[in-house]
């Protein structure tokens, strides 16, 4: 079965940082691609970034460009996410999501989701 | 950057009937949408991927059509379970986006 948990939320000032971490189990990870997907509070869901399977490739949608990295370590099958000069803006619940297929498409699984909260 | 508009945003059926949602998109995406239904407090879980292809498991209750610009997701039959809020989501090129969401409300 597969599973992804996130870990890493919380609170946190405008301007700092935040690392998050996504456990994935069930699945050969260094196969897959995988994203980070987030949901602001009462809101819909925004693509944040994705990852080859290699970890060689990046993407990132402009608004965290610069600002967020996304990064994995296939040994220990993990995801990382490292939010770096944060925003109000960005007060989210972030899913770990697996894509399919080797390549960006759909976000065949998720995780349950960790909260991001930006505030002073 | 595509865009992808849904409709209606919120949607209020019996128990029995069909229900429709509309995705458009203002590039052509040839077949590349995907549907999710997210119900409260929870993830968002896949239902069909690009092509209309049905996911395991998902039952065949829930299809979808469409080619280029414009889409359409069905329940045909609602339960009382399919409560949720239900998204569209291109994945032709980058930035992957979503639609806003529709509302799915069971009477």
């Known amino acids: 079965e597969v599973q992804l948990v996130e870990s890493g939320g919380g609170l946190v000032q405008p301007g700092r940082s935040l690392k998050l971490s996504c456990a994935a189990s069930?699945?050969?990870?260094?196969?897959?691609?995988m994203a980070w997907v987030r949901q602001a509070p009462t809101k819909g869901l925004e693509w944040v970034t994705s990852?080859?399977?290699?970890?060689?490739?990046?993407y990132y949608r402009d608004s965290v460009k610069g600002r967020f990295t996304i990064s994995r370590d296939n040994a220990k099958s993990t995801l990382y996410l490292q939010m770096d000069s944060l925003r109000s803006e960005d007060t989210a619940t972030y899913y770990c999501?697996?894509?399919?297929?080797?390549?960006?498409?759909?976000?065949?699984?998720w995780g349950q989701g960790t909260l991001v909260t930006v505030s002073s | 950057e595509t865009t992808v508009t849904q409709s209606p945003a919120s949607l209020s059926m019996a128990v029995g009937e069909k229900v429709s949602i509309s995705c458009k998109t203002n590039?052509?995406?040839?077949?590349?949408m995907n549907w999710y239904q997210q119900k409260s407090g929870e993830a968002p879980k896949l239902l069909i991927s690009?092509?209309?292809i049905l996911r395991p498991g998902v039952p065949s209750r829930f299809s979808s059509s469409g080619y280029g610009t414009d889409f359409v997701f069905t329940i045909n039959n609602v339960f009382l379970g399919d409560e949720g809020i239900y998204y569209c989501?291109?994945?032709?090129?980058?930035?992957?986006?979503f639609g806003s969401g529709t509302k799915l409300e069971i009477k």
């Open positions: 999501t697996r894509e399919d297929l080797g390549q960006l498409n759909w976000f065949a699984y």
């Open positions: 069930g699945f050969t990870f260094s196969n897959f691609y």
């Open positions: 990852i080859t399977n290699s970890g060689t490739s990046t």
């Open positions: 590039t052509d995406i040839d077949d590349d």
């Open positions: 690009e092509g209309n």
């Open positions: 989501q291109q994945s032709d090129n980058v930035p992957l986006t």
